[in-house]
């Protein structure tokens, strides 16, 4: 008879213990912070890595990886392109290698700190798509439209067929668009493609966000990503991106200049990294900023005129301000090449937009080029009918290849 009630009283004392476990469980899950929610209530921009993964049992690396940027009060967004062959110094290895040589299929941490590092920037979320699980995605949502601007009918461990025009990609289709790289294409335009590519694709899953949410199908979504958020964060997320204007959206790559070491090609970013940087400072302001019209989104174009002696400063320059998002269009010589001072010409009228440009390479001297109004009389054999830049600039000898100096 003991036995028996001590055994009930050691089973109650056991139910107790379970409910009180149960209790304190569901306490610490409901008083966890939902990281959206978090994310979405605070003044601050949502970073998101996407990782696309491609290789076999031999090994599994990225065949491409975006961060991408978005600031919910102003539904802005910008993605970063971080190529897999870039060059840094990675200390939990001890040398000089790819960035993506810390890539582990089985946890992204170590590559995502990595880009955070470069970038400088925390990440909240991670979304890893195998190259298989892509083409399972794309069916679901019923494809992923893309313009191809020229046709594309070769042989390469089969035909390779791509009509120019806008296509809807299945998935199949989609794994080879992103995949195939032709012997006379360079690196830049199949990276380019990809870019392409993830923004179609970012733009269906906004368009198909509805169907998305349906329990069935959110559950088949969730079962082929790898992500650190749960069904419910990663539905909220892209309820978000659902709003992104992908026309409007610029991709920008990390790039740098390359080297070879130990019989590889990287890329090495420029100004140790500092460059990067402050671009990504810069697009996360712009992403920030009240905007009152749509000139805040618009592309500027860029003409670079070399007004110094020194050779080939105006190509670099180029491509520096490429960096920061902005369409250089001309490189050249100036008139002369004595000049002492970086000059912006600006013809946009927008004068916030002049400094902005001008804050780049912390150039003050800014030159407004007033048009014209219309209906004024003026010789028409002196008018240049060509295309003028939205900004020019002349670049002087006090510019030291990244500032101007006071």
């Keep these: ?41 605070g003044d601050r921009v949502i970073n998101t890595l996407f990782v696309i993964e491609n290789g076999d049992k031999s090994g599994v690396k990225p065949l491409c990886s975006y961060v991408l940027m978005y600031y919910p009060a102003t539904k802005r967004a910008a993605v970063f392109d971080i190529p897999g062959s870039l060059g840094l110094i990675i200390q939990r290895i001890n040398r000089v290698d790819r960035i993506d040589t810390v890539y582990d299929p089985k946890t992204i941490a170590p590559y995502q700190t990595e880009i955070e590092k470069l970038l400088g920037i925390d990440i909240s979320f991670s979304i890893v798509i195998s190259l298989e699980n892509l083409g399972k995605i794309t069916d679901l949502i019923e494809g992923v439209e893309i313009f191809i601007p020229s046709p594309v009918n070769e042989y390469q461990d089969g035909q390779i067929l791509f009509p120019s025009g806008v296509s809807c990609l299945d998935g199949d289709k989609a794994r080879t668009y992103i995949t195939y790289e032709l012997p006379e294409e360079s690196s830049e335009l199949a990276n380019f493609r990809r870019q392409r590519f993830f923004m179609g694709f970012i733009k269906r899953l906004g368009e198909q966000n509805s169907f998305l949410k349906n329990p069935q199908a959110a559950q088949i979504l969730q079962s082929l990503l790898k992500t650190n958020s749960n069904q419910r964060t990663r539905t909220r997320l892209f309820d978000e991106f659902a709003g992104i204007d992908t026309d409007r959206v610029s991709i920008q790559s990390v790039g740098g200049n390359i080297r070879e070491v130990s019989g590889q090609q990287l890329i090495f970013p420029h100004w140790d990294g500092s460059l ?8 996360l302001g712009s992403l920030v900023r009240p905007v009152e019209n749509s000139q805040g989104d618009r592309v500027f174009t860029v003409e670079v005129l070399n007004g110094t002696a020194a050779n080939g400063l105006a190509g670099r320059t180029a491509e520096l301000f490429r960096g920061f998002g902005y369409d250089t269009i001309s490189i050249g010589n100036a008139d002369r090449s004595d000049y002492a001072k970086t000059l912006i010409i600006d013809r946009t009228g927008l004068d916030d937009m002049a400094k902005t440009f001008g804050e780049v390479i912390r150039c003050k001297n800014i030159q407004v080029d007033t048009p014209a109004p219309e209906g004024s009389e003026i010789d028409l054999e002196s008018q240049n009918f060509e295309y003028k830049a939205d900004f020019t600039l002349i670049i002087g000898k006090d510019f030291n290849g990244r500032y101007v100096t006071e």
């Excluded at 990067?276 to 697009?283: D, F, G, Y």
């Design 1 to 41: 008879m003991r036995k028996e009630k001590f055994n009930a009283s050691a089973l109650l004392l056991a139910l107790i213990g379970l409910l009180l476990a149960g209790g304190v469980v569901f306490a610490v899950l409901s008083l966890r912070p939902d990281p959206i929610k978090e994310s979405l209530s």
């Design 276 to 283: 990067i940087k402050e671009i990504v400072r810069q697009t």
